[in-house]
């Protein structure tokens, strides 16, 4: 990473950029934001000609925010800005990785083509990729998303000894052997059928005898649907402590209550996305990033 370089932050962005900034040793500059009568948005940003520019902003709510990063990028190559990095804690749209019904978009290569060309590098954490492997097959430009596999395996050793870990469904089975080996803890897979955005159903196999602790691992969590029908199923099969460990806490209104009436004592999440359970900071990972140039 260039030593002169520039952390640019929104004002939701400020928090995280300051520690991203802090962790790189470089200053953070606020994008000064408005929105006219009709909810159109300006921005203004204040660049060092010649510096590379690291834009910090995490695409839950996305769509306006999506807006507002091209304008961005725009704004900072009109001031003479460097190579432009996005630093996108939570990249959204990544789900939709392909028509699963007739008429639909694959909006995951929209929203790659729109993020790489404005930007000459994306970095992100734990995108939600199934059917490609590389998110440079999807954005024409650098990008790479960071696993979260050894934050959450390091806050699982420090914090939840002994624990089984619980991925909710077959896609979460590779990622979570990933963490249940780093952090030295037994694993097993639910079953999952989703019914609707708020309505899942999901079994267990049968358990290893005597487990007395269960994580829920997943890699977001978004009504809190699939975490609840997982404590659920975990309580039914007499699991008495069961807890919840995410990477992106998008929770919608009204999930942590119903969380915890489905039996969840905890609920423990990374700070991609700002959120009282957030516990484990991201920073130092793609401030590591950033400074070993990968992705
Ligand atoms: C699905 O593939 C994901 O890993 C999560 O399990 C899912 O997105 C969680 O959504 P919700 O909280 O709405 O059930």
Redesign the pocket.
């Known amino acids: 990473m260039a030593t002169n370089s520039e952390v640019h932050a929104f004002p939701d962005s400020l928090v995280f950029a300051r520690k991203l900034g802090g962790a790189l040793g470089r200053p953070v500059e606020r994008i000064a934001l408005h929105h006219f009568p009709d909810w159109e948005s300006g921005v203004r940003v204040r660049a060092t000609p010649g510096a590379p520019a690291i834009v910090v902003r995490s695409l839950d709510d996305p769509n306006a925010k999506l807006v507002e990063l091209l304008l961005a990028a725009d704004a900072l190559r009109r001031a003479g800005a460097g190579p432009l990095t996005l630093v996108a804690p939570y990249l959204a749209y990544m ?1 939709q990785d392909r028509v699963f019904a007739p008429g639909e978009p694959i909006s995951q290569r929209v929203v790659g083509a729109l993020l790489g060309s404005a930007f000459d590098r994306v970095l992100t954490v734990e995108a ?1 990729l ?1 059917r490609i492997e590389k998110l440079e097959e999807v954005f024409p430009c650098r990008a790479a998303s960071l696993p979260a596999a050894p934050a959450l395996a390091q806050w699982l050793r420090e914090h939840a000894a002994g624990a089984l870990l619980v991925g ?2 077959e ?2 089975e590779a990622w979570l052997r990933h963490v249940a080996a780093e952090a030295g803890l037994a694993f097993s897979i639910g079953r ?1 059928r ?1 019914r609707s ?2 309505e ?1 159903e999901l079994s267990l196999p049968a358990l290893p005898a005597g487990v007395t602790r269960a994580v829920l691992v ?10 609840a029908a997982a404590a659920r199923a975990l309580r039914r099969t007499g699991v008495p402590a069961v807890e919840a460990l995410v990477v992106h806490a ?1 929770f ?1 209104a009204g ?1 942590l209550p119903a969380l915890a009436e489905a039996g969840i004592a905890r609920v423990v999440s990374t700070d991609t996305i700002p959120h009282p359970t957030n516990r484990i900071g991201v920073a130092a990972l793609l401030a590591a990033a950033l400074a070993g140039e990968e992705g």
């Open positions: 789900r939600h199934h909710p469904d896609e979460s999952k989703r955005d708020a899942v997943d890699d977001i969590a978004s009504t809190g649907a699939t975490l998008v919608a999930s």
